[in-house]
């Protein structure tokens, strides 16, 4: 034992001579900030995992990407931040370009009213102090309703009104008023609310592939019961048992999954400092989510051709911080559905959660893949040289390890705004979604979401139009949408010069982006505007898309015809585009620090409220 430990102890001796002569030159103050600096980092290290060599991997393909230069301006920029006077006048110069975009957007949406809603017995800066009478109102509404509807429902608008078909509105309108004074917060009041909020859930499972507790098992064909079974006759359902709830929408739904796995992480593993790993093209919600609730995250590039994320860097990103990965199905970006299957076996494998936002093709995904396994919507349908497999790519809850999903009724389900579900693989992960006070004044107090009170009559609606519609609808209306949206994307792709596709949407959603660099796309963009289209313009890459809805089914020609006037007025004419976006994009991407715009979109949303 002796002979074991003068081993090391001879080893030191006869190298610390060495180690001193090499820190000999260093003072002690040198001495003492090098071995605390190190000490620093070694505990980041530590605290972190891999998530500083991370940030500096993501350091590395930033400067690469925007090149050494604008990496120079970026850190000259931040000095300059920090320097009273080059503070100041930044500041100065920031808030007089604020307050031009505002003033300049508060006048373009004031002239897009009315002039009735511009008369003075129209304005209303304070509470009237007489009564105004209801069939007065209702007329004035109408006007305005009328007058608003002009501007989506000629079809050209991206997105925005999914269906917009006169006979639903009626419907739906109907639906809403007998449940208008409808609180989902008191069950006991309103039964069939909840009634009808439990059995949404349900079907939404049931559309993800995921079975509710307790389900009767009767959905199988009678030949799958009399192939299928255990030896003791029953049937084995291998679906997850799942469950879910209601929420005001997309953001919402992503804002309480995120939630959960931050505090699941921080209830089992102690995990303090959690991170998100997503690609680049993941909704903002998730940005959001990390910012309200003091996450971090990790956002993994993807390919700007394909608009695919790199799986290996995705595993490359997960630190022992990790607590979700996040996929897309699809996009909202480019409408590229994400490799969910992949990123969710990562996860499985890790031990972390992962969950697939469907926010936008919730209900529209599910009848695209059985469309095409009816033959309705396949490859031969559409351009031999599209790559529309015959395997429709698994997002939901058939992929092992997807433990959350978020999906909207809003859009393609065609229920009224402030609709979408949140669903879970296990009560146990929901649970942590929930806030419950025990010591309140006001009694025991439990909520599901981040609402309190919500709108019962928003739930009746969606539950009315899932039943009305039901499967045979949704496939008529989602065959329609999809022909729009692959003959829009054959004509970019065949037809027009200039242009091409990003990546290889499957669904609803089709971006384009300039071939040529003389061509600017958001001039492009402008061009449209003109002809009367909404479209939205994207970037990193530049780029717009069209969000194809009800309203564009017999619109894919014209929307191509002035598509391509569009290209080529812009190709003759250049400089006839040169405000709106194409302005205001263009000097982003001039500025090598794009938070210098953060006031300028405040100063936007400000003029949301404005009166």
């Not at 000629?154 to 004074?181: D, I, K, N, P, R």
């Not at 992480?265 to 102690?270: F, K, P």
């Not at 020609?557 to 994009?585: C, I, Q, W």
Request: proline share 5%.
């Amino acid at each position: 034992m002796g002979a074991t430990l003068s081993t090391p102890s001879r080893f030191l001796s006869a190298n610390l001579a060495v180690i001193d002569d090499i820190l000999s030159p260093l003072s002690p103050t040198q001495l003492i900030t090098t071995t605390s600096v190190s000490t620093c980092l070694a505990l980041a290290a530590y605290n972190h995992g891999s998530s500083t060599v991370q940030s500096l991997r993501q350091w590395v393909k930033w400067s690469h990407r925007h090149g050494l230069r604008t990496t120079f301006q970026y850190y000259a920029i931040q000095v300059a931040k920090i320097l009273p006077w080059t503070r100041r006048r930044i500041d100065r110069d920031i808030q007089k370009q604020t307050d031009d975009m505002v003033f300049q957007v508060e006048t373009e949406w004031n002239d897009l009213l009315d002039p009735s809603a511009r008369l003075p017995e129209n304005k209303h800066h304070s509470l009237p102090l007489c009564t105004t009478s209801t069939s007065e109102l209702l007329s004035l509404l109408k006007k305005w309703s009328d007058f608003e509807s002009l501007r989506w429902n000629q079809g050209q608008a991206s997105g925005a009104v999914y269906h917009g078909g006169s006979q639903l509105l009626e419907f739906l309108s109907q639906v809403y008023g007998l449940f208008t004074v409808a609180n989902p917060l008191h069950p006991d009041l309103f039964p069939y609310v909840r009634k009808m909020e439990g059995e949404i859930v349900a079907m939404m499972i049931g559309l993800f592939h995921g079975r509710v507790k307790n389900e009767n098992s009767c959905e199988k064909d009678e030949e799958d019961r009399n192939n299928e079974g255990t030896p003791d006759g029953k049937v084995e359902d291998s679906r997850p048992v799942c469950c879910g709830t209601l929420t005001s929408g997309g953001t919402e739904s992503i804002l309480l999954a995120c939630k959960s796995y931050r505090d699941r992480a921080r209830d089992l593993y102690g995990i303090t400092c959690p991170e998100i790993i997503a690609p680049v093209t993941i909704h903002a919600a998730f940005e959001k989510a990390a910012h309200y609730f003091g996450m971090k995250l990790i956002q993994i590039e993807v390919d700007e051709k394909t608009s695919e994320v790199n799986i290996n860097d995705v595993r490359r990103a997960i630190t022992r911080n990790t607590v979700l990965i996040a996929g897309s199905a699809p996009n909202f970006p480019h409408g590229v559905i994400d490799p969910i299957q992949k990123l969710a076996k990562i996860a499985f494998e890790n031990n972390i959660g992962f969950h697939s936002d469907c926010c936008l093709g919730g209900m529209i995904l599910p009848f695209v893949e059985k469309l095409q396994q009816l033959g309705r919507l396949s490859e031969t349908d559409d351009n031999p040289g599209d790559s529309i497999t015959a395997q429709f790519p698994i997002f939901d809850f058939r992929a092992q390890g997807v433990t959350s999903i978020s999906a909207d009724m809003h859009k393609y389900g065609y229920a009224p705004k402030g609709s979408s579900v949140v669903m879970y693989s296990s009560a146990e992960l929901q649970h942590y979604q929930y806030f419950v006070s025990l010591d309140w004044t006001g009694g025991i107090y439990a909520s599901p979401t981040l609402l309190g009170s919500r709108p019962g009559a928003i739930s009746a609606a969606t539950w009315a139009v899932m039943v009305h519609l039901g499967e045979e609808g949704y496939l008529e209306i989602t065959e329609g949408i999809i022909r729009t949206a692959r003959a829009i994307k054959r004509g970019i792709c065949n037809d027009i010069d200039g242009l091409e596709v990003v990546g290889n949407p499957l669904s609803s959603v089709v971006a384009f982006r300039s071939s040529l660099p003389s061509l600017n796309i958001y001039a492009v963009g402008q061009a449209m505007t003109q002809k009367g289209w909404n479209l939205n313009a994207l970037q990193y890459p530049s780029c717009l898309h069209v969000c194809c809805t009800h309203l564009h089914r017999e619109k894919a020609m014209t929307f191509l015809n002035d598509l391509r006037d569009a290209v080529n007025e812009v190709k003759s004419h250049p400089d006839k585009f040169t405000g709106g976006n194409a302005a205001m994009y263009g000097i982003a991407h001039s500025l090598p620090d794009v938070t210098l715009l953060e006031p300028l979109a405040r100063g936007f949303v400000d003029a949301f409220f404005t009166a």
